[in-house]
């Protein structure tokens, strides 16, 4: 039982998470974080490496014998937000505040990293429990997506042989300390899109003279709300939105273009995401033509990767951590239409992206990722570290054989699947030499 392992190193867990959350780094510019995580590694004397733009590994190897060793990697995300946060959470005043202007941990990474880290405190103290090995994944820039990739060329460059992948995340859905897990889809795969119409500007008082993109941009609009249903099973879980439609500064002009952005989420990448690439591009090349437009396509992402949980993994999850904390602490998740960078490690490495609850109503936690109000119960973070811990030593024990993912052991195919061009992986593989 790791629980009272957990218990034990939980000042440690709390120190290192009010550490981070008192000084949150944005995306990509996590170097004071980097810093106390290579420091803390250090100090637990475990082998590790930064990686270049990408963030830090760890790896950890048991001690027991076996015929047929695995690795499993273990991913935590290190970077903030760029917003401020409350002085008081949904009720009262916080225990620890950003000291950062701009910049809050309102998605649990601070929690993420400092599970993590004391998780792999244990681990390194009981090597004995286990065979094959560990690798620690301190990720950047999760929140954008832009950093993964220096990670992913590093493992791929110097032949890091992975078996499983195993990822937390907290959830303001959940009670405290509860752990949420269901296989199959548990987040979506995401599609971006970032599109310039152009027309021929004008002044206001003759829009006759003018060809406004506004008009074909609510022709689209209109199409893509009837899209979903005329062109999709209502079966199939789907959601898009436009979030930026940008266009003029004066009162007076028709300008000459109209910029908007937005995503598609989806869990089935080949028949919704796909096919929704292919017809939303018909979409607008048909509607720009009848407007006699023109467009531009700034972004227009193939369709990215939804987190599918393997279910002989989250079969042995749901066993050794209701024997570790109990019935109370273990639910079946909700899947959700948000995504997450480790949707690239399950397409390489079938594995777990697990939810732990982290709503206290008299703490006052239980507002909304990403809200300004977002706060943690730090006590789940014991059942996480725990759950950790338990899953691991349980894996690596186990006979369980898990299939491959589609891109182990490519890389440069996953790269190319992600509609990366030959001349940026070949930036990215220098830039991690």
Known sequence: MYIKKAEEFFGYTVDIRRKI????????????????????????????????????????????????PKTIILRADLDALP????????????????????AMHACGHDGHTAMVLTAARILNENRDDFSGKVILCFERGEETGMNYKY???????????????????????????????????INAGSMMFDITIKGESGHGSRPYIANNPLDCFVDIYNELKSLRMNKFSPFEPMTYSIGVVDMGSQFNQIPDKLRFKGSVRFFDRKEVGYKFYREFQSLIINKVKNHNCRVVFNTYMRPHFPIINDEKLANLAKNVMVDELGEDFVA??????????????????????????????????????????????????????????????????????????????????????ENRSQEEIEEIYDDIA
């Open 21 to 68: 959350h008192e000084n949150p780094e944005l995306s990509g510019l996590e170097d004071q974080t980097i810093g106390l995580v290579k420091s803390e590694l250090e100090r637990m004397n475990i082998e590790h490496v930064e990686v270049k733009n990408g963030g830090v590994l760890g790896f950890i190897e048991g001690n027991k014998k076996s015929d047929n």
């Open 83 to 102: 917003f401020d946060e409350t002085e008081k959470n949904l009720k009262n005043d916080r225990l620890v505040k950003s000291k950062n202007i701009g």
């Open 151 to 185: 990670l992913m060329a590093y493992m791929g460059k110097n032949e890091i042989e992975i078996d499983s992948s195993f990822a937390i995340h907290v959830s303001p859905e959940y009670e405290s300390g509860v752990m949420a897990i269901k296989s199959g889809g």
């Open 332 to 417: 079946k998740a909700n899947p959700s239409m948000g995504s997450d960078s480790f949707a690239v490690y399950t397409a390489q490495w079938p594995g777990l992206y697990l939810m732990l609850g982290i709503k206290n109503e008299e703490f006052g936690s239980g507002a909304p990722l990403h809200s300004s109000k977002f706060d943690l119960d730090e006590n789940s973070l014991k059942n996480g570290v725990a759950a950790t811990v338990r899953y691991v030593v349980e894996y690596l024990n186990s006979d369980i054989e898990v299939g491959d993912g589609p891109y182990k052991n490519n890389i440069k195919g996953l790269f190319i699947e």
